[in-house]
């Protein structure tokens, strides 16, 4: 088998076995995996950036919760249908990410975390401001006659886990498709030498607005079907903490790897499900995780594997 | 009047804290993402050791000023030397692993001291009324008008922090320590061949940088109260004002400090606090992306 086979029936696989999975989970566990699914998606957008271009983004939370509130407002106040709603969510966050990427761009390593952080917390403090339209920390809920897309009701369980397959898996494959053509590998080259990369004639800059606005998107996917699918959106989705989480799934699942945004993601989810019943204070989790993977697993899980078992795992 | 007494103390709280986040990022060119939970926990143990000791307030307050940089600054020491020691000093690295610091010592401290707003007593506080001339009944009088006045308090806070400010200024440019950390912000590598112990120099300055926030995080706490969540603001401001500052540059940033606390204070006035905060992070931002130098770059070398 040639690895692009391999790798094609391993993630492959990967959705198969999660299309068997909600035959056979508990409800609850069901529930989790749905959202996972979910969160995962937004850990591959994010993966985009920051495993296989290497830009550190600590700012991706404006784009998730642009999504949100593109479609959640849509719902509320345009009085849209979900599948216009969610497109409207994707428009915003191509449209935010790209005007962010234009001007963050400009600036290299340290100056872009912190731009891209300091504009994410303007983007929530905005929603919070505009608490009038967004009710902003509170929330607003998307009520259940809202969330029909094309007569099937996404409220419940069972097609909310198809749904949220639907969109992961879909994610999973954008992300493998993409890393395996010309325009990944020139990220990849990016990430790895930016100086030799410029020299061979490729634009640095339209590759990485590039990567950053399919990046942002993605995020901004996860996010309106995140509020569509459990009907709920709020500013603590634009909070730094929800750009904090994507770095610590990708960093703990493998930076630069397809699978490892999933990986990443299940882990720290039970991690923190788990600690939670035991504690008030479950960022500890998420705390101690973030110091001992950049000391010790630079690389994450699926890194690991990639190193010692199957060199050529995309 | 009020407005800015009350941004004179916002900016030398302020200063203390963004000149031990700029000295850090100057000399180590580390972005210290756990700054504001420094100045956290020296708000922190300021109430316990207020509250643990008892007696006088002055007794607690005293002991705290002492004691709390030195515990902050010995857990900043222990943090350079194993972790960001680990990590070669990498600035992105740091970074994430600052973010873990941060998590850490948040939710230790909400684990061990609760989620509670708690408040220590200043160690004097007498009231100051300011005069104001009204025109009534018998001509003009000079009257005290409730609400319109400060407590000595607040005015001591002020004069600390110039003091301390000027004993950072005279460490840098005066010892031999200053000397010492100034060459390895110059040149690490040519630091080293001289003989110079970088690593202890990083370890000490992150130390150092810890505890200036602890102890604008004391000199606070009176104020306003300790909270777990509180080092949230003082860490966006101080990001604001050495970025504004000038990276790495002392004077820069002390000017900063005086311009963003006293213009904090005003913009409140005019516009609801969220607005300002959006305008002051927007502003950050950009300026960071058409003037890295910052705005008194030129004063920076």
């Given at each position: 088998m040639s690895g692009g086979a391999r790798a094609f029936a391993l993630h492959g696989g990967l959705i198969v076995l999660l299309f068997v999975l909600q035959f056979v989970l508990p409800a609850y566990h069901h529930g989790n995996l749905a959202r996972i699914m979910v969160l995962a998606s937004y850990a591959v957008g994010y993966n985009i950036l920051?495993?296989?271009?290497g830009l550190l983004s600590l700012g991706h939370a404006l784009f998730f919760a642009a999504g949100m509130y593109g479609m959640g407002l849509g719902i509320q106040h345009?009085?849209?249908?979900p599948a216009p709603a969610l497109l409207l969510g994707l428009m915003a966050g191509a449209a935010v990410s790209g005007a962010l990427a234009l001007l963050a761009l400009r600036t290299t390593g340290v100056a872009f975390m912190i731009v891209t952080l300091m504009f994410a917390q303007a983007g929530y403090l905005t929603i919070l401001y505009f608490g009038e339209y967004?009710?902003?920390?509170e929330g607003f809920v998307i009520q259940q006659a809202q969330r029909m897309l094309w007569g099937i009701d996404l409220s419940d369980p069972g097609s909310r886990y198809f749904a949220a397959l639907i969109l992961f898996g879909s994610c999973l494959m954008l992300s493998l498709w993409m890393v395996r053509s010309p325009f990944g590998k020139v990220l990849v080259a990016i990430r790895e030498n930016e100086e030799r990369v410029r020299m061979l004639g490729y634009d640095i800059f339209a590759h990485k607005l590039g990567a950053m606005i399919i990046s942002g998107t993605i995020a901004a996917a996860a996010g309106a079907s995140y509020g569509l699918l459990f009907g709920y959106a709020g500013a603590s989705f634009a909070s730094v903490q929800y750009s904090i989480f994507p770095l610590l799934w990708v960093l703990l699942g493998g930076a630069?790897?397809?699978l490892g945004p999933f990986i990443g993601t299940l882990f720290m989810f039970y991690l923190i499900d788990l600690s939670s019943g035991v504690t008030t204070a479950y960022m500890l989790i998420a705390g101690v995780a973030l110091v001992l993977l950049t000391l010790?697993?630079?690389?994450g899980l699926m890194g690991e594997l990639r190193r010692r078992v199957w060199r050529g795992l995309p | 009047m009020l407005a800015s007494l009350e941004g004179a103390i916002t900016a030398a709280v302020l200063a203390l804290t963004a000149v031990g986040l700029s000295l850090v990022f100057g000399v180590m060119r580390v972005v210290n993402i756990a700054h504001g939970e420094f100045f956290m926990l020296g708000a922190v143990i300021a109430w316990w050791i207020a509250h643990s000791l008892g007696g006088h307030p002055v007794i607690g307050f005293s002991v705290a000023l002492v004691a709390a940089p030195l515990v902050v600054g010995a857990l900043a020491v222990a943090a350079d030397m194993t972790i960001l020691k680990r990590l070669n000093y990498d600035p992105e690295r740091t970074i994430v692993a600052t973010i873990g610091v941060l998590y850490i010592i948040q939710q230790m401290t909400l684990m061990g001291y609760g989620p509670d707003a708690r408040p220590v007593e200043p160690p004097f506080n007498t009231r100051l009324a300011i005069p104001w001339v009204e025109h009534g009944a018998e001509g003009w009088a000079m009257i005290w008008p409730w609400g319109l006045g400060t407590t000595s308090y607040k005015l001591a806070v002020i004069g600390a922090a110039v003091v301390l400010l000027c004993g950072v200024w005279i460490l840098m440019s005066r010892t031999r320590f200053g000397l010492v950390m100034r060459a390895t912000q110059a040149d690490r590598d040519m630091a080293l061949a001289f003989g110079i112990p970088v690593e202890r120099v990083y370890a000490l300055v992150f130390g150092l940088g810890a505890a200036l926030a602890a102890l604008a995080g004391v000199l606070i706490v009176p104020i306003q109260q300790a909270h777990y969540l509180m080092g949230a603001d003082p860490l966006l401001l101080s990001f604001i004002v050495v970025i504004i500052g000038g990276l790495g540059s002392l004077p820069g940033t002390v000017l900063a400090a005086v311009l963003i606390g006293m213009s904090d204070g005003i913009i409140s006035v005019f516009f609801s606090p969220t607005l300002a905060k959006i305008l002051a992070t927007l502003l950050v931002g950009l300026v960071l992306v058409f003037r890295p130098q910052g705005l008194f770059g030129a004063q920076s070398e």
């Open positions: 920051f495993g296989y271009t345009l009085g849209l249908t967004t009710r902003g920390d630069g790897t397809v010790f697993a630079p690389q | -």
